[in-house]
T-cell receptor, first 111, second 108 residues
Framework: DAGVTQSPTHLIKTRGQQVTLRCSPKSGHDTVSWYQQALGQGPQFIFQYYEEEERQRGNFPDRFSGHQFPNYSSELNVNALLLGDSALYLC??????????FGSGTRLTVV | KQEVTQIPAALSVPEGENLVLNCSFTDSAIYNLQWFRQDPGKGLTSLLLIQSSQREQTSGRLNASLDKSSGRSTLYIAASQPGDSATYLCAKDNDMRFGAGTRLTVKP
C-alpha cells in the first residue's frame, strides 16, 4: 500500500518564476494538507483541502494557492517565487479524524 | 495566536537512558494529538496518535500521554538507542500546527 507520494523530489527555480508541486494521498485518505519547512524549523501549515475545497489556511500570502482533484490528489502552486520560498514542502493526508501520513517532501531551491 | 512549545530544544544522552520529551499548547482545545520523528532532510514519520477519547498510547519503547486540561503531552522513550537520534515533533490535529521540535542525539 503506497503511502503519500510527492513529486518532484527536488526542484530548482529562478526568482520570479512559478512552481507546481504535486501530492498523491495515501489510499483511502480524503484530506490533504501542505506544509513549508525551512531548515532547522518545524513545519509551517499552509492550507488543507477536503472535498476539493480549501478548509483551513495558515498565514501564507495569496502567492500560495492549491487545488484538490476528485481523486483526492492535490497541487500546491507558488507564484512570483522569492528566495525565502526555498524550503522543504511537505504533503500530509488522512481520512476523517485519523492520524496524518506525510510524504517525503519536495526540496525547492530558489536562486 | 496558537503556539506549540517543545522542551527541550535539544537533548544529548548516552545509549540506554530513559528520556522524556515535552509538548505544550497555548490553546488547550485538543482533538487528536500526534507525535512524529523526522530524520534530516526527510519527511515526518508518525510515531503515536492519541485520539480525543484517549489519554495515552504505547508502541514498543515509546509511550505518549496527553493531559487536555493543561494542554500538555509527553513522549517517553525507554532504553534509548543510537537509531532513535532524530528530531521529534508534536502536533494537535484541529489546527495541525507544529513546534520547532526536540533534536535528540543518542550516543553509543
Amino acid at each position: 500500500d503506497a503511502g503519500v507520494t510527492q513529486s518532484p523530489t527536488h526542484l530548482i527555480k529562478t526568482r520570479g518564476q512559478q512552481v507546481t508541486l504535486r501530492c498523491s494521498p495515501k489510499s483511502g485518505h480524503d484530506t490533504v494538507s501542505w506544509y513549508q519547512q525551512a531548515l532547522g524549523q518545524g513545519p509551517q501549515f499552509i492550507f488543507q483541502y477536503y472535498e476539493e475545497e480549501e478548509r483551513q489556511r495558515g498565514n501564507f500570502p495569496d502567492r500560495f494557492s492549491g487545488h484538490q482533484f476528485p481523486n483526492y490528489s492535490s497541487e500546491l502552486n507558488v507564484n512570483a517565487l522569492l528566495l525565502g520560498d526555498s524550503a522543504l514542502y511537505l504533503c500530509a493526508s488522512r481520512w476523517q479524524w485519523g492520524g496524518y501520513t506525510f510524504g517525503s517532501g519536495t526540496r525547492l531551491t530558489v536562486v | 495566536k496558537q503556539e506549540v512549545t517543545q522542551i527541550p530544544a535539544a537533548l544529548s544522552v548516552p545509549e540506554g537512558e530513559n528520556l522524556v520529551l515535552n509538548c505544550s499548547f497555548t490553546d488547550s482545545a485538543i482533538y487528536n494529538l500526534q507525535w512524529f520523528r523526522q530524520d534530516p532532510g526527510k519527511g515526518l514519520t508518525s510515531l503515536l496518535l492519541i485520539q480525543s477519547s484517549q489519554r495515552e498510547q504505547t508502541s514498543g519503547r515509546l509511550n505518549a500521554s496527553l493531559d487536555k486540561s493543561s494542554g500538555r503531552s509527553t513522549l517517553y522513550i525507554a532504553a534509548s538507542q543510537p537509531g532513535d537520534s532524530a528530531t521529534y515533533l508534536c502536533a494537535k490535529d484541529n489546527d495541525m500546527r507544529f513546534g520547532a521540535g526536540t533534536r535528540l542525539t543518542v550516543k553509543p
